[in-house]
């Protein structure tokens, strides 16, 4: 029976895998431009909408989300050293191995399905728990057991989170002290933080609403939140667990979508400017980033990227080594590299 299991839920993941590459030649032109240095910026090729990437901690990977419709797409593992890409999701995924105690509220796998903002959790031993936001047949953080022992990472799915009713679209996700998640409504005409935890589900965090929230990162203590304030063209750094709670606006000149730690202990906030503000021109940008300090708000710009038929919209950006890597949607077919 395990054997006609394994067998079957193997011809279900190469069924969407086929699923998806048609998706995806159905979803966007041939590419306008080829994967080559485009003045001082380099490419890593072989992605489709990395939109948001996760350095794995310890190691030489990175995890990006791809994007090859509104309700499907794939899930990368990308080596900085070689910038070897490799899909572990649902292509070369392991066998599904849910976890009901603790996901009680989920319905069961699903194996299709469009992957947006990332986390992680660390364990021991190489395995840690992914957190993917997804979207499509339904709106859910899916979870993932990833296994770092073998050459190239696994992923084995675990369990979901069904979205806080009421929510417009969960967008990013940070883990939280404690086995709590934090997560945004991302909605231009007002959204907010939520929290949640087994054992009081989704939680809406008081004094968070603000519009357009979109990246998310917290303090080591869990004392912070850091936001990326897509509406105000600004870094917000939310309390938590204080009463009042505290909010301060750092802006930095762009749409902010994803944020992250940079390695300097630095909050790198990821952008673009593709529509002016009002009636008054502006610079467009493709994609932009500053790092951030957390407690003093001290704002370094770092890139200013037009973009090009290849790279059409900056979504996120991470330390990758003595670089600065970019993921992008809408067109984006692959991480833009900046030397730093």
């Not at 419709?69 to 593992?77: E, K, N």
């Not at 929510?167 to 959204?191: K, Q």
């Not at 087994?198 to 357009?212: N, R, Y």
Request: proline share 7%.
């Amino acid at each position: 029976m395990r054997l006609k299991q394994s067998v079957l839920l193997s011809l279900f993941y190469a069924a969407c895998f086929f699923s998806q590459t048609i998706l995806a030649q159905g979803s966007y032109p041939a590419q306008s431009e080829a994967c080559d240095p485009d003045s001082d910026t380099f490419f890593v090729c072989g992605l489709i909408n990395p939109e948001d990437l996760y350095q794995v901690p310890g190691t030489d990977w990175v995890i990006a989300s791809g994007r090859i419709s509104d309700y499907a797409g794939p899930i990368y593992a990308v080596n900085i050293n070689n910038h070897q890409v490799e899909e572990i999701y649902p292509h070369n995924a392991a066998i599904p191995d849910f976890n009901q105690n603790i996901y009680s509220e989920c319905p069961g796998p699903i194996l299709v399905f469009q992957p947006h903002g990332l986390t992680l959790r660390e364990g021991n031993n190489g395995n840690h728990t992914l957190y993917v936001v997804g979207h499509g047949e339904r709106e859910a953080i899916e979870v993932f057991n990833l296994d770092m022992s073998s050459e190239i990472p696994g992923l084995s799915w675990t369990g979901c989170i069904p979205a806080p009713e009421g929510t417009r679209r969960i967008n990013s996700i940070t883990a939280l002290p404690g086995g709590y998640l934090g997560a945004t409504n991302f909605d231009t005409a007002g959204g907010q933080l939520w929290e949640w935890h087994p054992s009081t589900d989704w939680i809406e965090v008081p004094g968070s609403s603000m519009p357009g929230p979109n990246g998310l990162v917290s303090s080591a203590d869990g004392e912070w939140y850091y936001v990326g304030g897509w509406s105000d063209r600004a870094l917000v750094r939310v309390s938590r667990g204080k009463s009042p709670v505290e909010v301060n606006l750092i802006p930095v000149g762009f749409n902010v979508d994803n944020v992250r730690w940079g390695n300097d202990g630095r909050v790198i906030a990821a952008g673009h400017i593709t529509r002016c503000p009002d009636v008054n021109p502006c610079e467009l940008s493709a994609a932009r980033v500053a790092k951030v300090h957390p407690s003093t708000f001290a704002v370094e710009q770092l890139v200013d990227y037009k973009g090009n038929g290849f790279f059409n919209v900056g979504t996120v950006a991470i330390d990758a080594d003595d670089e600065i890597w970019i993921g992008g949607i809408y067109g984006s077919f692959g991480i833009a590299r900046f030397p730093q």
